[in-house]
């Protein structure tokens, strides 16, 4: 390809919008982990396990139809989720071992 595509304006539009949809999850992400920050403070807090399964397998059912609706891969979307509750449970062990800031 002959043209630079560092300065082709559709290609500078498409990656600004992406850019920009990239700073939202980040944003949307840090909301989310605050959410779940309380929710491992209140397992902890009341005895209760950091992971509930029958909660994750909810979660994951509802996360595949909004991706289904959405038009986007239900496997990828399980997968997302599945990468965040691993790390959200990972979070709750630490708060309950007192490890968490």
């Given at each position: 390809m002959s043209a630079d595509t560092?300065?082709?304006p559709e290609l500078l539009r498409l990656r600004d919008s992406i850019d920009n949809i990239?700073?939202?999850l980040v944003h949307l992400l840090a909301?989310?982990?605050k959410c779940t920050q309380?929710?491992?403070e209140y397992k902890a807090t009341h005895d209760l396990p950091p992971a509930d399964p029958?909660?994750?397998a909810q979660q994951i059912a509802r996360l595949r139809a909004l991706a289904r609706n959405a038009k986007l891969d239900?496997?990828?979307a399980e997968k997302f989720l599945t990468f965040i509750v691993t790390e959200v449970i990972r979070h709750h062990v630490a708060i309950r071992s007192g490890k968490a800031g």
């Open positions: 560092k300065t082709h990239d700073a939202a909301e989310r982990f309380a929710v491992g029958a909660r994750e239900p496997d990828f």
